[in-house]
């Protein structure tokens, strides 16, 4: 498994292609690279925004780099450095997969499923490459940690591991706050082995009606309030309030059935009552990032994104439907395809990792809604753990196999050349047309309908073979108890 990261990254500094924006830096990367150079300086004369603020790690792990290394931080050495980090971050990414794996006791499918679902997608295999001035795989890298620790049941080190991680990505302090009052031991050896509070026929999925009715309303008021941040009107303005409502009304019931529904009230107070000094934890850790950010940022520089922008992507969709769950399989590969088409047995699997994965995947189930798939950059681990401990331990045709394989191969788009010809226009024209779309159309904000249509027929193509081959799995005893 290493040897094939270490492979990607060597053929990516021999000869990889980069994006033209900014001579390899990219957009944001502009911004880092100058806190490579600079980060002593900005902080001192308060130069940051509050987004950046709590993005500076990255930037300072390349600059040490650097300095190791005895090369002068310039934008070029901030690009290289930057492709390094990336490359030392997914390798030590594929040792934690390796740990959780034995946490989670994992076979060989298992393994190769996890590690196909992420690191031979296009987030880990090209984009990381490719545009590598940018923070989302050290990210990801926090995520993995957080993910490890977590199955160990480490709260203090989930804790540093999530304040750290909110300097590369914000939500990893508040995925740390999450977890952590879950991590409380009651004799298991492993998080899936822990058993059921009394009361909690765990692992029976029951009718949550008023929930679900109580859903529908927040999500509609939801679509509604966050309708004039889009800048949208008329007829288009309604049609995706109305399908911002339904979409978030559908997830949010989903996750009130198949994940958050099991055992009384009772028996979650219970869960939640144990380890108080654990909530405590929680809380600092959900309040050190920002606060900690505050302390260096100059709130009189204006952020670049905030959450009511966030809001609005999510709340109120593009007119494209089902485009999040087409961008999702293209930038994260076919594990996305697989929690989809085997949802049931997904959700079983996120309910034996216990409380803590729960209530994460249930939250990201509504960031999922946005059409930016690196927003699930941190918490994608926390996704393809419960899918690999599906399909491991199960009799896998060996047509699936090949056929997830191609998949795997198809969207990885390793093997795609992006930069085929020179880019015209300004820096933010021409996304939707090409050669710049051969970048966009991979993230699903600035995919243009034509890039749309066929990613979207080739997604349904993927998934109707997935499922007419997975009719013959032969699903483990053990995974359906």
């Known amino acids: 498994m290493a040897s094939i990261v270490a492979s990607l990254a060597v053929l990516s500094f021999v000869g990889g292609e980069k994006v033209p924006e900014g001579g390899g830096l990219g957009w944001d990367g502009?911004?880092?690279?100058?806190?490579?150079?600079?980060?002593?300086?900005?902080?001192?004369?308060?130069?940051?925004?509050?987004?950046?603020?709590?993005?500076?790690?990255?930037?300072a792990a390349v600059r040490g780099l650097l300095?190791?290394?005895?090369?002068?931080?310039?934008?070029?050495a901030a690009i290289a450095g930057f492709e390094a980090w990336n490359a030392l971050v997914l390798l030590t990414c594929v040792g934690l997969w390796w740990a959780?794996?034995?946490?989670?006791?994992?076979?060989?499918?298992?393994?190769?499923?996890?590690?196909?679902?992420?690191?031979?997608?296009?987030?880990?295999?090209?984009?990381?490459?490719?545009?590598?001035?940018?923070?989302?795989?050290?990210?990801?890298?926090?995520?993995?940690?957080q993910l490890l620790l977590y199955l160990r049941r480490r709260p203090i080190a989930l804790a540093l591991a999530s304040v750290a991680g909110s300097f590369a990505?914000?939500?990893?302090?508040?995925?740390?706050?999450?977890?952590?009052?879950?991590?409380?031991?009651?004799?298991?050896?492993?998080?899936?082995?822990?058993?059921?509070?009394?009361?909690?026929?765990?692992?029976?999925?029951?009718?949550?009606?008023?929930?679900?009715?109580?859903?529908?309303?927040?999500?509609?008021?939801?679509?509604?309030?966050?309708?004039?941040?889009?800048?949208?009107?008329?007829?288009?303005?309604?049609?995706?309030?109305?399908?911002?409502?339904?979409?978030l009304s559908a997830i949010g019931c989903l996750a009130a059935t198949s994940l958050l529904d099991g055992g009384s009230a009772g028996s979650w107070r219970r869960r939640i009552g144990r380890g108080s000094w654990r909530w405590v934890l929680a809380a600092g850790v959900a309040l050190a990032g920002p606060l900690l950010a505050r302390l260096i940022s100059n709130p009189a520089i204006p952020d670049t994104a905030d959450a009511f922008s966030l809001l609005s992507k999510?709340?109120?969709?593009?007119?494209?439907?089902?485009?999040?769950?087409?961008?999702?399989?293209?930038?994260?590969?076919?594990?996305?395809?697989?929690?989809?088409?085997?949802?049931?047995?997904?959700?079983?699997?996120?309910?034996?990792?216990?409380?803590g994965a729960r209530v994460l995947v249930a939250a990201n189930l509504f960031l999922a809604c946005a059409t930016q798939s690196r927003f699930l950059s941190a918490a994608w681990p926390f996704f393809v753990a419960?899918?690999?401990?599906?399909?491991?331990?199960?009799?896998?045709?060996?047509?699936?196999?090949?056929?997830?394989?191609?998949?795997v191969l198809v969207f990885s788009r390793g093997w795609l050349v992006i930069n085929v010809s020179p880019w015209p226009g300004g820096s933010f024209e021409g996304f939707g047309v090409f050669p710049k779309q051969m970048y966009f159309m991979h993230l699903g904000e600035?995919?243009?309908?034509?890039?749309?249509?066929?990613?979207?027929?080739?997604?349904?193509?993927?998934?109707?073979?997935?499922?007419?081959?997975?009719?013959?799995?032969?699903?483990?005893?053990?995974?359906?108890?």
């Open 67 to 76: 300095v190791a290394a005895g090369r002068a931080p310039t934008s070029d």
């Open 30 to 59: 502009t911004q880092y690279a100058r806190m490579t150079r600079e980060l002593g300086q900005m902080v001192r004369n308060r130069e940051l925004a509050g987004y950046h603020a709590q993005r500076i790690l990255p930037s």
């Open 314 to 355: 999510i709340a109120v969709p593009a007119a494209k439907p089902l485009l999040f769950l087409v961008a999702h399989a293209v930038y994260l590969g076919p594990a996305v395809l697989l929690i989809v088409l085997y949802w049931p047995r997904f959700a079983l699997q996120v309910r034996k990792l216990g409380d």
């Open 169 to 247: 990505w914000p939500p990893c302090g508040l995925y740390g706050a999450l977890l952590i009052p879950f991590t409380h031991r009651t004799g298991a050896t492993a998080v899936g082995a822990e058993p059921p509070m009394p009361g909690d026929p765990r692992p029976t999925v029951r009718p949550a009606w008023p929930r679900c009715g109580a859903v529908a309303a927040a999500a509609i008021l939801l679509a509604v309030a966050a309708a004039p941040l889009t800048g949208r009107s008329g007829l288009r303005l309604a049609a995706s309030v109305v399908v911002g409502a339904a979409t």
């Open 386 to 407: 419960p899918a690999a401990m599906m399909l491991d331990g199960a009799r896998v045709p060996r047509r699936f196999q090949l056929a997830f394989a191609a998949c």
């Open 100 to 145: 959780a794996c034995a946490s989670l006791g994992l076979g060989p499918t298992g393994r190769w499923v996890g590690f196909a679902g992420l690191f031979l997608c296009f987030m880990n295999s090209k984009h990381v490459f490719y545009n590598p001035v940018l923070t989302d795989t050290t990210a990801f890298g926090f995520g993995m940690a």
């Open 446 to 481: 600035w995919m243009s309908w034509s890039s749309y249509a066929w990613q979207g027929a080739l997604v349904t193509a993927s998934a109707l073979l997935l499922l007419r081959l997975g009719r013959d799995i032969d699903w483990a005893p053990s995974h359906d108890a």
